[in-house]
C-alpha cells in the first residue's frame, strides 16, 4: 500500500513569512494527524481530524497555525506569521481510527524559519 | 492529560549486549503501548507494541513488558547490532476520546561495533 505522503520535504522561509504543508494519508484512514517534532523532542500534536471533522486541535496555536481536512482526505497545515521557534519537522500521520490502530507516519517537511 | 516520561535519553551498548529503554505514564487508563523507531532524517515507524491485557510481548530480538501497576513499560533489545542504532520513542494512547498517542522525548541507542 502506498504510505503517507507529505510535501514538501523541506522549507526555508523567514519569520514573519507564511508557509503551508500538504498531507495526503493512506487511502482508507479516517483519523489523520499533524504533529510537530523539534530537534531532540518526541512529537507532539498539533491537531487530529476524524474524517473532515476536528477531533481535537486544543495544542494548536490558533493565532498563527491553522489546518483543514477537506473532503476527509488530504489535509493542508498553514503557519502565518511564522516565527523562529516553529523550526521543526512536521510530521503527518494516519490510522483507522481504532485505539491501537498503528500510527503511519510520513516523512514530514522539515521547516526552517531565519 | 497524559504525560510520558523516557529514560535514559542516551544510551550506548557494544554489539551484542542488550539495551533496556523505560518508560512511565500518567494516565491510569491508557490501554495501548506502541514503540517507534526513528533512523536520522527518517519517519518514525512502528516496531512493537502492547496493549494492557497482556503483560509481555516478543518479536524475534525486540520485547515490550508492561506493569500496569507502576504505570510503566519497558523496551528490551537484545543481541543489538549496529543497525539497531536509531532514536526509540515509546507513546501511550489516552483515555479520553480522541484517542491520542502521547511520546515520550526519546533515546538516542547507539550500538557500537
Known amino acids: 500500500e502506498a504510505g503517507v505522503a507529505q510535501s514538501p520535504r523541506y522549507k526555508i522561509i523567514e519569520k514573519r513569512q507564511s508557509v503551508a504543508f500538504w498531507c495526503n494519508p493512506i487511502s482508507g484512514h479516517a483519523t489523520l494527524y499533524w504533529y510537530q517534532q523539534i530537534l531532540g523532542q518526541g512529537p507532539k500534536l498539533l491537531i487530529q481530524?476524524?474524517?473532515?471533522?476536528?477531533?481535537?486541535d486544543s495544542q494548536l496555536p490558533k493565532d498563527r497555525f491553522s489546518a483543514e481536512r477537506l473532503k476527509g482526505v488530504d489535509s493542508t497545515l498553514k503557519i502565518q506569521p511564522a516565527k523562529l521557534e516553529d523550526s521543526a519537522v512536521y510530521l503527518c500521520?494516519?490510522?483507522?481510527?481504532?485505539?491501537?490502530?498503528?500510527?503511519?507516519f510520513g516523512n514530514g517537511t522539515r521547516l526552517t524559519v531565519t | 492529560g497524559e504525560n510520558v516520561e523516557q529514560h535514559p535519553s542516551t544510551l550506548s551498548v557494544q554489539e551484542g549486549d542488550s539495551a533496556v529503554i523505560k518508560c512511565t505514564y500518567s494516565?491510569?487508563?491508557?490501554?495501548?503501548f506502541p514503540w517507534y523507531k526513528q533512523e536520522l532524517g527518517k519517519r518514525p515507524q512502528l516496531i512493537i507494541d502492547i496493549r494492557s491485557n497482556v503483560g509481555e510481548k516478543k518479536d524475534q530480538r525486540i520485547a515490550v513488558t508492561l506493569n500496569k501497576t507502576a504505570k510503566h513499560f519497558s523496551l528490551h533489545i537484545t543481541e543489538t547490532q549496529p543497525e539497531d542504532s536509531a532514536v526509540y520513542f515509546c507513546?501511550?494512547?489516552?483515555?479520553?476520546?480522541?484517542?491520542?498517542?502521547?511520546f515520550g522525548s526519546g533515546t538516542q541507542l547507539t550500538v557500537l561495533p
Open positions: 494516565d491510569s487508563a491508557s490501554n495501548y
Open positions: 481530524f476524524q474524517n473532515n471533522g476536528v477531533v481535537d
Open positions: 500521520a494516519s490510522n483507522l481510527g481504532t485505539y491501537n490502530s498503528p500510527l503511519h
Open positions: 507513546a501511550a494512547v489516552n483515555s479520553g476520546s480522541a484517542r491520542q498517542l502521547t
